[in-house]
Antibody, heavy 121, light 107 residues
Framework: EVQLVESGGGLVQPGRSLKLSCAAS????????MAWVRQAPKKGLEWVAT????????YYRDSVKGRFTISRDNAKSTLYLQMDSLRSEDTATYYC??????????????WGQGASVTVSS | DIQMTQSPASLSASLEEIVTITCQAS??????LAWYQQKPGKSPQLLIY???SLADGVPSRFSGSRSGTQYSLKISRLQVEDIGIYYC?????????FGAGTKLELK
């Protein structure tokens, strides 16, 4: 069974950092592009970042570029999101998601349960 | 950025009714379009990828189509378990963008 389990969420002050982890199991992690998608309270879905299957390519939305870093450890089957200089508008549930068929172009076919991040003083 | 204009924002339908949700892309995205369902308090679930391909385990009453830059999700016979919010997403180019969502309720 494919499983994605996020951890590392919590309450953090503006300007501080937080690192999310996503532990993958039930599939060959190193074969798949992976992504982070967030959802602010009572709002829609917003793509945050994508990393290629081997970690050689990364992509970010403009609002997080230079502040967030997506990375992966294929030996540990784990995806990460390092979030620095956090802002109140980063408050959201962050989902780890798998590229369908290994490809980002085919949507995201497995999602974690989400990690809640609240940025507030 | 590619804008995805989704309609309607909300929809009330009866059991067994045919339901259609549409997304208009602001530019050509080819067939790189996916649909998701999100039930209250749950993570999104992939329904359709590549505009028309059904994801694993998704009932055949769901289908996707395209006319130019307009994409549609059709539920042929609405069931109770289909209630939730539906999102389209373009996967043609980054930043990948989602529609604003359609909240589907039972009449």
């Amino acid at each position: 069974e494919v499983q994605l389990v996020e951890s590392g969420g919590g309450l953090v002050q503006p300007g501080r950092s937080l690192k999310l982890s996503c532990a993958a199991s039930g599939f060959t992690f190193s074969d798949y592009n992976m992504a982070w998608v967030r959802q602010a309270p009572k709002k829609g879905l917003e793509w945050v970042a994508t990393i290629s299957y081997d970690g050689s390519s990364t992509y970010y939305r403009d609002s997080v570029k230079g502040r967030f870093t997506i990375s992966r450890d294929n030996a540990k089957s784990t995806l990460y999101l390092q979030m620095d200089s956090l802002r109140s508008e980063d408050t959201a549930t962050y989902y780890c998601a798998r590229g369908s068929g290994g490809y980002s172009e085919l949507g995201m076919d497995a999602w974690g349960q989400g990690a809640s991040v609240t940025v507030s003083s | 950025d590619i804008q995805m204009t989704q309609s309607p924002a909300s929809l009330s339908a009866s059991l067994e009714e045919i339901v259609t949700i549409t997304c208009q892309a602001s530019q050509n995205i080819g067939n790189w379009l996916a649909w998701y369902q999100q039930k209250p308090g749950k993570s999104p679930q992939l329904l359709i990828y590549g505009t028309t391909s059904l994801a694993d385990g998704v009932p055949s009453r769901f289908s996707g189509s395209r006319s130019g830059t307009q994409y549609s999700l059709k539920i042929s016979r609405l069931q109770v378990e289909d209630i939730g919010i539906y999102y389209c997403q373009q996967a043609s180019s980054t930043p990948y963008t989602f529609g604003a969502g359609t909240k589907l309720e039972l009449k």
